[in-house]
C-alpha cells in the first residue's frame, strides 16, 4: 500500500495504459479520480476503484476544482485524432489548474519520439530534443515536456519507447487482426524491437510518484528484451496460433511507397475526425470492437514510410538513469507479457 491515504488524479483512464494504471494506484491505496471527457467506461472504472468526474480539460474551474486536495496528476491523456494545437491547448489548461490548485507534482507520460535521434539512433541522458521538428504528435509532445520542465510544478516526464499488452490498439490489437488476415510484411534485415510491457510502465509511473526529491526530470522507458521485429510479432503469431511474417528487401518495401510527399500535415484527416466523433458516441472500446468485427481481411499488412523507418532502426536505449533515480529495471520480459495477452 505505497500510496495509501494519497489523492491522485488521473487524465486518460480510459486508455489502455491508463485503465491498467488506476487498477495499480487502486491496490497501491491511493484515493483516485479519474478525469473523463465524456461517461463512456465510466462505471468499469467506477468498478475498478476511481471516483469519477467529467469535463473537457479546457474547463478550467472544473479542473482546479477537482484538482484541489490532490498529490499527483498523472496526466496519460492525448487524443490522437484530434490536432497537436487542440492536444497542447488541453494540456496547458490542465497544467495551469494543477498550479492554482497547489498539486503536487506531475507524471506526465510522453514518448521517446521527442529525440533528434529517435527510432535509428543511441538515446539518453543528454541526447537532443530540438522543438518544432518532424510530424504533429512529435512537436506537440516536445513542446509539453519543454513547459513542463520550465513550469513550475515538480514533473516526472515518462518516455516510454514500445508499449504493448492488453488493449494496445498500435501494437497489440491491431497486429494481432493484421496476422490473423494475412500477416504482417517486414523488412529483410528487420531492426530491434524496443517494446516494454504496459504494466511496467505503470510501475515506473508510481515510482516516480514517490519519488522524494523530484524535480523536473525526463525517465526513458524500455523493455528488457533485446529482440527483433519478426521476434515480437512471431512472438504473437505463436500465441493466437495463427498469421506469418513476411521479409522483404528493404529497397522493394520503399519502391512500393513511392517517393516521399512534400505535404506537411498538421491536423487530423477526415477519416480520423469521423473515427473521433464515432467513437465519442459509443466509446473507445465498443468503436474498436465494432471496427474489429465489420472490417474484412485485407491480406498481409505492409509497413507505411514511418512504421518502415521504425522496423528497419534499432535503437540503443540508455536506461541507466532512469533505474538509478527510480530504483527501477523493466522486468517483464516479452515471454511473460504474451501470456498477459488474449488468444
Not at 528488457?224 to 513476411?246: E, K, L, N, S
Amino acid at each position: 500500500m505505497r500510496l495509501a491515504g494519497r489523492r491522485v488524479a488521473v487524465t486518460g483512464g480510459r486508455g489502455f495504459i491508463g485503465r491498467r494504471l488506476i487498477a495499480a494506484l487502486v491496490r497501491d491505496g491511493a484515493g483516485v479520480t479519474a478525469i473523463l471527457r465524456s461517461a463512456h467506461d465510466a462505471a468499469d472504472l467506477r468498478a475498478i476503484g476511481a471516483q469519477i468526474e467529467i469535463t473537457a480539460l479546457t474547463d478550467a474551474t472544473a479542473l482546479k476544482r477537482i484538482l484541489t486536495g490532490c498529490d499527483t496528476l498523472f496526466h496519460f491523456a492525448y487524443d490522437v485524432r484530434a490536432s497537436g494545437a487542440d492536444n497542447l491547448a488541453a494540456f496547458h489548461a490542465l497544467t495551469r489548474a494543477a498550479a492554482g490548485a497547489r498539486v503536487g507534482r506531475i507524471v506526465h507520460a510522453s514518448s521517446a519520439v521527442v529525440y533528434d535521434d529517435w527510432p535509428a539512433g543511441s538515446i539518453g541522458p543528454g541526447t537532443a530534443i530540438t522543438a518544432g521538428q518532424g510530424g504533429d504528435y512529435r512537436r506537440t509532445k516536445a513542446a509539453m515536456e519543454q513547459s513542463l520542465i520550465e513550469g513550475p510544478i515538480p514533473a516526472a516526464i515518462l518516455q516510454p519507447t514500445i508499449v504493448y499488452g492488453p488493449g494496445s490498439a498500435l501494437w497489440t490489437d491491431a497486429p494481432i487482426r493484421a496476422l490473423r488476415s494475412g500477416g504482417i510484411v517486414l523488412p529483410d534485415p528487420p531492426g530491434l524491437d524496443p517494446a516494454i510491457h504496459v504494466d511496467d510502465v505503470v510501475e515506473a509511473a508510481i515510482r516516480a510518484a514517490l519519488l522524494a526529491d523530484l524535480g523536473r526530470e525526463r525517465f526513458l522507458l524500455s523493455g528488457p528484451d533485446r529482440m527483433t521485429w519478426a521476434d515480437f510479432y512471431g512472438g504473437y503469431a505463436a500465441h493466437i496460433g495463427t498469421g506469418q511474417v513476411i521479409l522483404r528487401p528493404h529497397a522493394e518495401l520503399a519502391a512500393r511507397l513511392g517517393p516521399p510527399s512534400d505535404t506537411t500535415v498538421t491536423g487530423p484527416s477526415a477519416a480520423a475526425r469521423i473515427s473521433a466523433a464515432l467513437r465519442r458516441a459509443l466509446g473507445s472500446r465498443r468503436f474498436d470492437a465494432l471496427l474489429a468485427r465489420v472490417r474484412p481481411p485485407s491480406g498481409p499488412a505492409f509497413p507505411d514510410r514511418s512504421t518502415l523507418a521504425l522496423y528497419s532502426a534499432s535503437p540503443v536505449i540508455d536506461l541507466s538513469a532512469t533505474e538509478a533515480r527510480l530504483g527501477f529495471a523493466p522486468r517483464i520480459e516479452f515471454a511473460h507479457g504474451l501470456a498477459t495477452l488474449p488468444r
